[in-house]
């Protein structure tokens, strides 16, 4: 059962777990609480809160058609500009440490947040390219991109509605 909690789980988010365990074991101690259930419990109730369905989005109005999940990576990852179609794409953020940043470049990209930062930075010092527009949230990001059909951007799936359409799951 450890292992497969263990799989499920970044490193970054077992390192945070491990602090929340070390932080508390006073009070878990006190409390007769021994700290492996709650290292095996604590990943099991906060879970949906990592694992997110990543769609991303176009507005309505756009005539892309549906990605591949390489073809969205190549999108955000600048080194395509445009749907296959022919029409421009302009990809645009959620916030850098946001869940959705971290789940969305670790599932398309198969990239951590600290690589992604990494990446921008060595193309924006070279000429490259520089990173997506930051939106802030995937609310924001839904707003930006029904309004405009060049814009692409990733939302949870619970937010998609008739303002946006979809061209792409990330799993």
């Known amino acids: 059962?450890?292992?497969?909690?263990?799989?499920?789980?970044?490193?970054?988010?077992?390192?945070?777990?491990?602090?929340?365990?070390?932080?508390?074991?006073?009070?878990?101690?006190?409390?007769?609480?021994?700290?492996?259930?709650?290292?095996?419990l604590l990943p099991m109730l906060c879970a949906p809160a990592?694992?997110?369905?990543?769609?991303?989005?176009?507005?309505?109005?756009s005539d892309a058609a549906k990605l591949t999940v390489d073809q969205v990576a190549s999108i955000f990852l600048g080194s395509v500009k445009s749907?296959?179609?022919?029409?421009?794409?302009?990809?645009?953020?959620?916030?850098?440490?946001?869940a959705s940043y971290i789940e969305f470049y670790n599932r398309a990209a198969g990239r951590s947040e600290a690589q992604m930062k990494a990446y921008w930075s060595r193309m924006v010092f070279t000429g490259k390219g520089a990173p997506p527009q930051d939106a802030g949230d995937g609310a924001a990001v839904k707003k930006l991109v029904a309004a405009n059909p060049n814009l692409v951007g990733y939302i949870d799936a619970a937010q998609v509605d008739g303002s946006v359409k979809v061209l792409s799951e990330i799993k």
């Open 50 to 61: 990592w694992a997110q369905n990543l769609v991303v989005v176009v507005s309505a109005k």
């Open 1 to 40: 059962m450890v292992a497969a909690v263990l799989l499920r789980l970044g490193v970054d988010e077992f390192v945070a777990l491990e602090v929340v365990v070390l932080r508390f074991r006073p009070f878990l101690r006190r409390c007769q609480v021994p700290s492996l259930a709650v290292s095996l």
């Open 83 to 98: 749907f296959p179609g022919g029409e421009k794409a302009v990809p645009v953020d959620q916030s850098p440490g946001t």
